[in-house]
C-alpha cells in the first residue's frame, strides 16, 4: 500500500510559530482555514479529515533537517513559551507552564521538540521518519 508522504523540512522554521506556520503549509495546503498555534489542535489535524489525508489513511511523514529542529524547538525556546503563557495568565493554566518551567530548569521536562514527536507518534497511521 502506497503512503501519502508528507517532509517537513527543519530549515523553514526556526521557532514554535514557524513550525506551525510550516504544518499549515503542508497539512492544510488548499484549505480555507489555518491550523490554531496550539498542540492540541496539531494533534486534531493528525487525526486526518481537515486536512490533505483523510481518518486512518496511512502516512508518512519525514522530518528533515530534525537535529536542527531539535535545537529550535528546545529548551531556550520552551522556556520562551511557557513563560510568555505565565505572563499573559488566563486564560492559560499559570500553575501549570511555571510547574512546567520548574521541570525545564530541573533538566527533568519535556522540550516542545519532544512533545511534539509524541502527539505524532500517538497516530499510528502516521509512521515519522527522521533524517538529521
Known amino acids: 500500500m502506497t503512503k501519502k508522504t508528507i517532509v517537513i523540512d527543519g530549515n523553514k522554521f ?18 480555507e482555514w489555518r491550523l490554531g498555534h496550539s498542540l492540541d489542535a496539531l494533534n486534531d489535524i493528525l487525526y486526518g479529515g481537515f486536512g490533505v489525508f483523510e ?3 496511512q502516512v508518512l511523514v519525514i522530518w528533515k533537517n530534525s537535529v536542527k529542529s531539535t535545537l529550535d524547538l528546545g529548551t531556550e525556546e520552551t522556556v520562551n513559551n511557557y513563560q510568555m ?13 511555571k510547574d512546567k518551567l520548574e521541570e525545564l530548569r530541573k533538566g527533568t521536562g519535556q522540550t516542545l521538540y519532544q512533545i511534539i514527536i509524541e502527539i505524532f507518534e500517538d497516530h499510528k497511521n502516521i509512521e515519522l521518519r527522521f533524517e538529521a
Open 55 to 57: 481518518p486512518g489513511e
Open 14 to 31: 526556526d521557532d514554535l510559530a514557524g513550525f506551525y506556520e510550516e504544518i499549515n503549509n503542508l497539512f492544510m495546503s488548499g484549505i
Open 85 to 97: 503563557k505565565v505572563d499573559k495568565g488566563l486564560p492559560y493554566n499559570v500553575k501549570l507552564f
